[in-house]
């Protein structure tokens, strides 16, 4: 059964660093892509970002060039999206989910993990 | 970038009818690469249709997809008490960002 299974809630203040996880399994995690998915409260999803662990090529959306880094360590099967400072806009639930990528476009999202509540706050 | 809209904003109905969502994109999708999928209170969205048509695993066969080039409909042809969430529709032909729609939430009339 393919698993994606993400760290757990977090609480920050403004300006702290932050990284949450994703873990795969069920699969051979080097053949897909693993991508995120931002939720802001009550709003709809945004496409930030994927990467693939099998040799870390990674592809963001132009709003979070910069704002964020995607990454990823095969040898357990986790992908990784991280923050240097935090803003009281990234509050948002975050989604890791499973595609596959060609060289000029990325599939659908088939399967994705439960989720990470992001809370920044002073 | 392509602009996905979807309407209506929310749809009311009542268990047993049926359920026509749309999506219009702002330039012809690719391939028909269209996906829609469901998301229930508190719960990760799950991909119910890809490829405009085609049905995910599991997926029942209530639910269908059709559509090409800019117009896309998702028909729920009986609705079921659990059927009622928001639904999504995303285009992933283009080189990134891959877009997604802005939901149209299904309550119950």
């Known amino acids: 059964e393919v698993q994606l299974v993400q760290s757990g809630a977090e609480v920050k203040k403004p300006g702290e660093s932050l990284k949450i996880s994703c873990k795969g399994s069920?699969?051979?995690?080097?053949?897909?892509?693993i991508g995120w998915v931002r939720q802001m409260p009550g709003k709809g999803l945004e496409w930030m970002g994927i990467?693939?662990?099998?040799?870390?090529?990674?592809r963001y959306s132009p709003s979070f060039q910069g704002q964020v880094t995607i990454s990823a360590d095969k040898s357990i099967s986790t992908a990784y999206l991280q923050w240097s400072s935090l803003k009281a806009s990234d509050t948002a639930m975050y989604y890791c989910?499973?595609?596959?990528?060609?060289?000029?476009?990325?599939?659908?999202?088939?399967?994705w993990g439960q989720g990470t509540l992001v809370t920044v706050s002073s | 970038e392509i602009v996905l809209t979807q309407s209506p904003g929310t749809l009311s109905l009542s268990p047993g009818e049926r359920a026509t969502l749309s999506c219009r994109a702002s330039?012809?999708?690719?391939?028909?690469?269209l996906a829609w999928y469901q998301q229930k209170p508190g719960q990760a969205p799950r991909l119910l249709i890809y490829g405009a048509s085609s049905r995910a695993t599991g997926i029942p066969d209530r639910f269908s997809g059709s559509g090409s080039g800019t117009d896309f409909t998702l028909t729920i042809s009986r609705l079921e008490p659990e059927d009622f969430a928001v639904y999504y529709c995303q285009q992933y032909g283009s080189s990134p960002p891959d877009t997604f729609g802005q939901g149209t939430k299904l309550e119950i009339k």
């Open positions: 989910a499973r595609s596959y990528c060609s060289s000029t476009s990325c599939l659908f999202f088939d399967y």
């Open positions: 069920g699969y051979s995690f080097t053949s897909y892509w």
């Open positions: 330039q012809s999708v690719s391939s028909s690469y």
């Open positions: 990467i693939y662990p099998g040799d870390s090529d990674t």
